[in-house]
């Protein structure tokens, strides 16, 4: 049982790239969500989805997209990455919704230069 | 929007006992929970409590809740090296898997 899985787990971009932070759970949760960690903040919601197809803003949603095209699958793509965009990302998961079957994957520390 | 305050560094030492204290602003949240970050890796869930109680035991932990001051607790029993951790309180008002962090409390752990 793999849970959630993000991949990769570091990364390193210049300012202006493009690219696709991956995020699957093989628990089939309706409910996926991207979340920033960065030094002295907690966590902040980018994205987050309750089903197949349907997306939402969460607190910090500008300068990522997100897509939930399958039910196992909610991958966070950067379009034109920024230093501000330099942290640590976390996919997370649950069966309803309900923070106490909230289930993290390992995350993506992601620097961009 | 919604605030979550944690202060960010206890240091205590090995058998004492750990309170890592947490206050939020949404009087609207329904569930609340303490998590648990170890170096490098994601965020685990230790405890939660239910808005409509005011303290939940597991163990050694026991979270208190006060609601009228939106005040929530974390104590540690007998507190070990390996509760040494980062540890954050977190609030939620709806199903939507949608959480107000707190930034986090440093837990150091002296011999």
């Known amino acids: 049982n793999a849970g959630v899985t993000q991949t990769p787990k570091f990364q390193v971009l210049k300012t202006g790239q493009s690219m696709t932070l991956q995020c699957a759970q093989d628990?089939?949760?309706?409910?996926m969500s991207w979340y920033r960690q960065d030094p002295g903040m907690g966590l902040r919601l980018i994205h987050y989805?309750?089903?197949?197809?349907?997306?939402d803003q969460g607190e910090v949603p500008n300068g990522y997209n997100v897509s939930r095209s399958t039910t196992e699958d909610f991958p966070l793509r950067l379009l034109s990455a920024a230093p501000s965009q330099t942290s640590v990302y976390f996919c997370?998961?649950?069966?309803?919704?309900?923070?106490?079957?909230?289930?993290f994957g390992s995350g993506t520390q992601l620097s961009v230069l | 929007g919604e605030d979550v305050e944690q202060s960010l560094f206890l240091s205590v030492r090995e058998g004492d006992s750990s309170v890592i204290n947490c206050t939020y602003t949404?009087?609207?949240?329904?569930?609340l929970y303490w998590y648990k970050q170890e170096p490098g890796a994601g965020l685990q869930l230790l405890t939660y409590?239910?808005?409509?109680?005011d303290m939940k035991q597991d163990q050694r932990l026991t979270v208190l809740l006060n609601k009228k001051d939106k005040h929530l607790s974390l104590r540690i029993a007998d507190t070990q090296t390996g509760d040494s951790a980062i540890y954050f309180c977190?609030?939620?008002?709806?199903?939507?898997?949608?959480?107000?962090f707190g930034q986090g409390t440093t837990l150091q752990v002296k011999p």
């Open positions: 997370a998961s649950s069966y309803d919704g309900g923070g106490e079957k909230l289930f």
């Open positions: 628990m089939n949760h309706e409910y």
């Open positions: 989805s309750v089903g197949a197809g349907i997306t």
């Open positions: 949404d009087s609207s949240s329904t569930y």
């Open positions: 409590i239910f808005s409509n109680m």
């Open positions: 977190a609030c939620g008002s709806s199903n939507t898997g949608k959480l107000i």
